[in-house]
Each structure stands twice: as structure tokens, then as C-alpha cells.
């Protein structure tokens, strides 16, 4: 399984990004993909999850300003994000699983918000 992410970049708080994450390989057709992200100096945490059926978590954090989607028939998952604030500066990675319980993540995309 490849994860393939993409649309991270620099913004000023306030303004909006749109991540993008093609999954490939052999993969379940009923799975979670979601993303996480790290901060210099931190652990990777959780930002949203999404199941094939549609259902979503999120991280309290970016409750209201975060969106995520996919679309299963070519399993892509996206995350809009709006309202930015510089605390949500880090590199954001793509993650699939558990399938046979291994966990898949992609190469990472930085986000960079300035106040």
C-alpha cells in the first residue's frame, strides 16, 4: 500500500489549504484513512479520520474549521482546512489503517501558517 499526499504549502492565519491523499495498492475495500499531524518537538496526534460508510472523527482542536472527505472509488481522501491558525503549523501525514493490522502513512506534507 503507497499513500500518496499532496497540497500542504504556507498561508497566513485566517486563510485555507486542501489536502489531497491517493491510497494504492492492495487495499480493503471497506477501511479508515485519515490524517494526523506533528509539530517540531511533538508526537504525531490525530486530526480527522474517515471511514468508507462516511463516518468522521476529529481532533476538539480543528472541530468547525476542518473538513474531511473522500471518495471511495479511487480511495482519496481530502482535508479542507479552513480558518487556519499558526498552531496548526506541522507536517501533516496520510494514514490508512488498521488493515491486517499494519498501519500505512504517507511521506508527509508541511503546513505553515503565519500570523
Known amino acids: 500500500v503507497q499513500l500518496q499526499a499532496s497540497g500542504g504549502g504556507l498561508v497566513q492565519a485566517g486563510g485555507s489549504l486542501r489536502l489531497s491523499c491517493l491510497a494504492s495498492?492492495?487495499?480493503?475495500?471497506?477501511?479508515?484513512m485519515g490524517w494526523y499531524r506533528q509539530a517540531p518537538g511533538k508526537q504525531r496526534d490525530l486530526v480527522a479520520t474517515?471511514?468508507?460508510?462516511?463516518?468522521?472523527n476529529y481532533a476538539d482542536s480543528v472541530k468547525g474549521r476542518f473538513t474531511i472527505s473522500r471518495y471511495n472509488a479511487n480511495n482519496t481522501v481530502y482535508l479542507q482546512m479552513n480558518s487556519l491558525k499558526p498552531e496548526d503549523t506541522a507536517v501533516y501525514y496520510c494514514?490508512?489503517?488498521?488493515?491486517?493490522?499494519?498501519?500505512?502513512w504517507g511521506q508527509g506534507t508541511q503546513v505553515t501558517v503565519s500570523s
Open positions: 494514514h490508512l489503517g488498521p488493515q491486517m493490522k499494519y498501519h500505512y
Open positions: 495498492g492492495s487495499i480493503f475495500s471497506i477501511n479508515t
Open positions: 474517515i471511514t468508507t460508510g462516511g463516518n468522521t
